[in-house]
């Protein structure tokens, strides 16, 4: 099967399971903007972006093209900075994120993973940065009443991180049949 990746990366994460995703189907990565291109003759388009504010960046794009390709399969990875699923972080929250980008009465049946990313502030424009720094305070005040939840996330970002890991591409593998 004929397959394309296409992404949408800032810091670097999403680029790097993007390379992952596309050995994984035998093809070149492409971004975004790209897509009609790279997609054009493929069965499957795998699409990888970052969740930015809840909301994961150039999903419009792509469902533009979904509209316009509905005979071809398409599958999501989801990058985002925050922990696999955990006691902390369960995954009902990825859920109802990739949900606001890609709502269930829409796409129902839309294969889709989580992968956490990494975090790299020097690496943000300057408008996310001065965002970002906003979060940190608003953080800081949740620490503050004792929030433990915020105090991980706020130590991770201010050290920066990269926890890019081919494995939490495994579930989407299998949801393809490309993993038996």
Known sequence: MKSAVVFRSQTGSAKTYANWMAEEVGCIPEPLENIESAAADAELVVFVSWFHAASIKGSKRFQAFMAEHPEKRYAVVAVGATPMPCDLWPASEHEEAFRRSFPAESYPDLPWVYCRGGFHFERLGALDKIAMRIYFKMLEGEI????????????????????CNRSYLEPLLEQLGLRR
């Open 144 to 163: 503050a009443r004792g929030n433990k939840r915020e105090q991980i996330a706020l130590d991770g970002m201010r050290e920066g991180f990269d926890d």
